[in-house]
């Protein structure tokens, strides 16, 4: 079966420039979410969605960065006028919605590499 | 805020070798905790999730346990082979239980032919 799937694999793009980062869940699930992975912070957690609607955005860095999912399937990572900080990996995570929490296991893409110059 | 630990940072050991790794978080309030691995240069691979009232999980060689009111969970492997050198993570849901999940720095584990 398809796992979470995500594009493009690596994006050099130049300090300034919009660069938009795609993310394909595994069908049926409902929960997406969106993670960054740089060498001095380790994994943070960026943004989840829930259906279309994204009820905790609290870990965007800055209002550079924002996201939108539509059909509650594909969602978009956009991140604005691109900064050398903003070079990581990018990792996105689906999951089942089960009732109580307990059993909602997170699966991940492998992630997109972005390099800002 | 939550915050989760894993001891230790980096681990090398002959094959065959039986091994734990730690993880301890400060919020005890979790409905579940999910271990990974991470192979360099590529994504995560989930290995056991275990949810807030189970004490344990096992999935082959792997044998994770959640002691949720003591904030700590352990990652047991058995007969270590080359192929388990990887970056070991834990981690557990924010807030709520399908919450973004709050990463320790991981465990970096070779495993020595």
């Known amino acids: 079966g398809a796992g979470v799937s995500q594009s493009p694999s690596n994006k050099v793009t130049e300090k300034g420039k919009d660069v938009e980062l795609r993310c394909d869940p595994i069908s049926g699930h409902t929960a997406l979410y969106w993670y960054r992975q740089s060498l001095g912070q380790g994994l943070e957690f960026l943004i989840y969605f829930q259906g279309n609607s994204a009820p905790d955005k609290s870990g965007l860095p800055s209002d550079r960065f924002s996201a939108e999912r539509t059909g509650g399937s594909v969602s978009t990572l956009t991140i604005q006028r691109t900064q050398q900080e903003d070079s990581a990996v990018y990792l996105c995570?689906?999951?089942?919605?089960?009732?109580?929490?307990?059993?909602?296991?997170?699966?991940f893409g492998p992630g997109t590499r972005l390099t800002v110059l | 805020k939550q915050e989760v630990t894993q001891i230790p940072a980096a681990l090398s050991v002959p094959e065959g070798e039986n091994l734990v790794l730690n993880c301890s978080f400060t919020?005890?309030?979790?409905?579940?905790l999910q271990w990974f691995r991470q192979d360099p240069g590529k994504g995560l691979t989930s290995l056991l999730l275990i949810q807030s009232s189970q004490r344990e999980q096992t999935s082959g060689r792997l044998n994770a346990s959640l002691d949720k009111s003591s904030g700590r969970s352990t990652l047991y492997i058995a007969a270590s082979q080359p192929g388990d050198s990887a970056t070991y993570l834990c981690a557990v849901p924010s807030g709520g239980g399908a919450d973004g999940l709050t990463f320790g720095k991981g465990t970096h584990l070779i495993i020595q032919p």
């Open positions: 919020d005890s309030a979790i409905y579940n």
């Open positions: 995570a689906s999951s089942p919605f089960v009732a109580g929490g307990g059993r909602n296991e997170q699966f």
